[in-house]
Nanobody
Framework: QVQVAESGGGLVQAGGSMRLSCAAS????????IAWYRQTPGKQRELVAA???????NYPDSLKGRFTISRGDAKNSFHLQMNTLEPEDTAVYYC?????????????WGQGTQVTVSS
């Protein structure tokens, strides 16, 4: 079983920066895709950033240039760097990791971390 844990959320003023981290643990053989999503009450979860095993990245047009997804130095760790934050970025941010273990494919989510941007 693969577990995913996010960290780094909190309160920040508009215009500030924040870095979220995500770590996966378990008997992981390979990671194919890492993605960050966010969700606000009453709205669907939306993609914020994704990176594939080949290092190709994907961002919504509205977030390009402000958000950056990257791999961390530690094995199976990843980051989301968020700059020039706006109150509209306030949400619960989730890390999603898809890959394979020696037993088969997995698609695991973290429990989410709250990001609040004050105006």
């Amino acid at each position: 079983q693969v577990q995913v844990a996010e960290s780094g959320g909190g309160l920040v003023q508009a215009g500030g920066s924040m870095r979220l981290s995500c770590a996966a643990s378990g008997n992981i053989f390979n990671i194919n895709v890492i993605a960050w999503y966010r969700q606000t009450p009453g709205k669907q979860r939306e993609l914020v950033a994704a990176i594939a095993s080949g290092k190709a990245t994907n961002y919504p047009d509205s977030l390009k240039g402000r958000f950056t997804i990257s791999r961390g130095d530690a094995k199976n760790s990843f980051h989301l760097q968020m700059n020039t934050l706006e109150p509209e970025d306030t949400a619960v941010y989730y890390c999603n990791i898809r890959g394979s273990t020696y037993r088969g494919l997995f698609d695991s989510w973290g429990q989410g971390t709250q990001v609040t941007v004050s105006s």
